[in-house]
């Protein structure tokens, strides 16, 4: 299965030690969000990578993501096996309307918290 939203509201910033993307549909209640602990607290539990929650936390999990493919007006998120069975989905589009500086901002972003290369600005 896969989902498909058109997020009004997006933030990338780094809040309270923590690199936070998240895409937001308040008016359906959707969001997924990806993050990443840039200080590295949490590499002591062998946490050391990115953290996906959708819609709330019993839908959310370390390192579920297999690639993250980021186009003009949308990002897709295509999901590990373990990640489709926390998530109960195979891959997450999420759709917007950004300036080009703020889709790169957002990129940036994606990069520094999804390791080894797994997002492609196509």
């Known amino acids: 299965m896969n989902f498909n939203f058109f997020a009004s509201e997006i933030s990338s910033a780094p809040v309270d030690g923590v690199w936070t993307v998240a895409f937001t549909d308040p008016a359906q209640g959707h969001y997924f969000l990806v993050q990443r602990d840039v200080e590295n607290v949490m590499e002591e539990r062998g946490l050391n990578i990115h953290y996906i929650e959708f819609g709330d936390q019993s839908r959310a999990c ?61």
């Not at 003009?72 to 295509?78: G, P």
């Not at 390791?115 to 492609?120: D, F, L, N």
């Open 62 to 122: 370390y390192g579920g993501l297999e690639k993250v493919q980021v186009l003009a007006d949308a990002v897709k998120f295509h999901l590990t096996s373990f990640g489709a069975e926390r998530l109960g989905m195979k891959e997450i589009v999420v759709s917007f309307s950004l300036s080009k500086a703020i889709l790169a901002a957002v990129s940036g972003a994606l990069a520094r918290i999804v390791e080894h290369g797994r997002v492609e600005v196509l």
